[in-house]
């Protein structure tokens, strides 16, 4: 049977877009004027840089949404052209988040790939996806599976939500991309120190949560190689992620600071190489 290997740039968009959600924590309790946040990443996989990404974040009362825009360029983008724009909204509730529609685009090799998640107020998710399960050689998750869920944006910060309750990162958090339904298990490993580096505008004590990934249903039929394994391994088995939360400065809000796990082309580093942020006059964050 011929192995497929996975697009190197697949693993570490996502990881981003868990990741730069996690600067929502430490803007609660919300503010009446709208907050926006634009936060800039760069990953280096194997020591080499391969994707920039940007992140806007707006919140105001109940009321959330997460932007994310990524692209791969050098060495990587000339053999593998992606690039992805996902944006997250919903509302926000002392019982945690509320998704109310999630989306994503992006450019696959030249094939364009969507997803659309509409949320009802019973639990049930709305699903619009392009290329369908079918041509991707997978199962659509059953609807059974994908009720109660959150997109990958809203469940991270669902788990930081709970955090700011005393949680921490201890938490499990049911998730449903739209083609593939899994757990993400938090783990909160203490505070840590991060050193200075050219790479990133922070360095200093951050909280590390570890992040795994528990693979439950819509994944290939075809055993493959995927970008994030080193040997062989099947349903897309994931080694854990790192994130590191801290201030960038003074009493400002915990971002995501620094972001490492590892791969079949050696390990992957996001690193924050900015952090801006401006205050918004709208009452709410615009729906898509």
Known sequence: MTRRTAPPARF???????????????????????QRWQLDYRVHVGGV?????????????GRYS?????????????????????????????DGVA???????????????????????????????????EEEDRDPVPDTLSRETRDPLSGVLDMLMAGLHGGGCQRTVPIYDGRR????????????MIGASRHSVFAGAARQCRVSHKPIAGYERT?????WQR?????????????WIAPVEGSGPPLPVRLETDSGFGGVVIHLTAARKTDQTAERPAPP
């Open 223 to 227: 055993p493959r190689q995927a970008f």
């Open 49 to 61: 840089a391969v994707l920039d990404a940007r992140a806007e974040l707006t919140l105001t009362e």
């Open 181 to 192: 339904r899994y757990d993400m298990i938090f783990t909160d490993r203490g505070m840590t």
């Open 12 to 34: 570490p968009s996502a990881a981003i877009a868990a990741g730069l959600c996690a600067a929502l924590a430490g803007l609660f309790p919300l503010p009446a004027q709208a």
């Open 99 to 133: 998704p109310i529609r999630h989306t994503q685009s992006g450019v696959l090799r030249g094939s364009p790939r969507t997803v659309t998640l509409d949320y009802a107020p019973d639990g049930s998710v709305r699903t619009q996806v392009s290329p369908p399960p």
């Open 231 to 243: 040997g062989g391994g099947g349903r897309e088995e994931r080694p854990p992620v790192d994130l």
């Open 66 to 94: 997460v932007q994310v825009n990524a692209a791969t360029d050098g060495f990587l983008g000339r053999l593998f052209p992606w690039e992805t724009q996902s944006l997250s909204v919903g509302t926000v509730t002392p």
